[in-house]
């Protein structure tokens, strides 16, 4: 088992380059088994869940190569096994081979996928939409078999705006027989980037970032090469961090425009931000003004910066609000912040948090991913040492953090326990 241990209370400054998007791979990576021909991949992130993701690729015998921040994928020699589920577990995104193997083989067979316990997370749509191309799915158990003779182009809405439903129906639909329209789609930018990267093969998809998405199937991928979306979560995560500790902080090769909703956030909360066409400059101050935040789908706040930025709101003067309207149970972070001294109450779907509160270290847990992300952001405004354990959640998605970080001047450290 692992633990981080971090010294708080240390000023940041220098620059954190950020990472391509997990979001983006975990879908990118799936999706280049839709070719039979080489393709490559670049700004790929080193993170626990592109691992695992190889696995499934090495797995389905696919011809995997890693250099620097490349991949290369050949499927050439691909067989259509089934997915075990000790790989499928590991991780949410593993449920992109449904969609991509369907679409290539019009057959998947895996197992329910994993992920961060932070609901129920369904994936009704995603079967629905493959049911609307013409597959039908039988369950066995966490077992699904996906099968169809022939995929045929259809009219999918979304009941909710789900990026992995949009993403796993247009991964279907790309070689599916004539046009499929996909309304109430969700238009995150890792869709956009998907839809890219599939066009780049030969696919005809339109409108992706907006709520319908076309696609008019066709019959053959081919090569190419793409590159990786800066990750807006990751960023986020560590403008938030600058808010709290930076003296300036740098945060370098991002897309501003994909975190509009949270430096506007920011900026309403009294942060020092220098907004530049790749980075984001962020200064500490000594006053934060209360500020409450709603979650919602893009270009709404993201939920994956909602555990982040309620530590903020324990450094803000007054009453903030956050309320969680995308998963039930995204608040698991809230009991770990009360015992480093945070005033936080929970009520339903809403956290309220009156602030400022001195943080004082102390022994607390990663309970998911950006859960585990808030703790990091704690831990370093916190007065001594924090010590934090199931760290695997935080390297699922957060690049060389240790070493980013300590390049800026936090004291931190992985221990292997
Ligand atoms: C993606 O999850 C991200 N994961 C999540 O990030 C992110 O929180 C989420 O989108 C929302 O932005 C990946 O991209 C791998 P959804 P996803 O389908 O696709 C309900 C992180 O920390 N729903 O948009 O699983 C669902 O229960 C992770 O990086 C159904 O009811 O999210 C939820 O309430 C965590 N039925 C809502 O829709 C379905 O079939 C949105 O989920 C599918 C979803």
Redesign the pocket.
Known sequence: MKIMEIEGERNLSGTIRISGA??AT??LIPAAILTDEEVTICNIPEITDTEALCDILNALKVDVKRASESIIINPEKMENIEIAESFSKKL??SYYFMGALLGKYKKAVMYFPG??S??????????KGFEALGAKIQNEGNKYIVEAEELKGANIYLD??????T?NIMLAAVKAKGKTVIDNA?K?P?IVNVATFLNNMGAKITGAGTSTIKIEGVTHLGKCFHEVIPDR?EAGTYVIIGALCGNPLKIDNIIPEHIDSLLSKLEEAGVNLEIGADYVLVQKSEKYKATSIKTA??PGF???LQQPFTVLQTQCNGKSKTTET???NRFMHIPYLKELGANIEVKNQTATIIGPSKLKGCEVVAT???AGAAMVAAALTAEGKTTITNVEHILR?YEQIVEKLTNVGAKIRIKEI
């Open positions: 997990k979001n975990v879908a949410r995104a992920g961060c932070i609901g129920a997370r369904p994936i009704d749509l995603h079967l909710i705006a789900s990026v992995g439903a993403i969700a995150e890792e979560i789908v893009y993201p939920t994956d995308i998963w039930e998911d991913l950006r998605g």
